[in-house]
Nanobody
């Protein structure tokens, strides 16, 4: 079994910052791409940031320069530092990871349960 657990969401004022964390646990052989996605009310789930196993990052234009993704491969964690937050960033944020279990030779994608981020004054 593999589990992703997010933490760090909450309420923040416009212009403020939040840091999200996600820890993967269970029978993990190796982890490939890790990422953060978000779903605002009435919208589909969109990618926010992705990071490969060698540390290459990618962001959509909507968050580029404001959000930073990082990972600790030794701890199987991925973080998302969010700065200059605005109301459009309000959403449920989900952690995603491409994981190969010890007993398998293939990678599967796993999701966390989501954490709410609300940007409001």
């Amino acid at each position: 079994q593999v589990q992703l657990v997010e933490s760090g969401g909450g309420l923040v004022q416009p212009g403020g910052s939040l840091r999200l964390s996600c820890a993967a646990s269970g029978s993990i052989g190796s982890i490939g791409v890790m990422g953060w996605y978000r779903r605002a009310p009435g919208n589909q789930r969109d990618v926010v940031a992705r990071i490969t196993s060698d540390g290459t990052t990618s962001y959509p234009d909507s968050v580029k320069g404001r959000f930073t993704i990082s990972r600790d491969s030794a701890k199987n964690t991925v973080d998302l530092q969010m700065n200059s937050l605005n109301a459009e960033d309000t959403a449920v944020y989900y952690c995603n990871a491409q994981i190969r279990q010890y007993s398998s030779r293939i990678y599967n994608y796993y999701w966390g349960q989501g954490t709410q981020v609300t940007v409001s004054s």
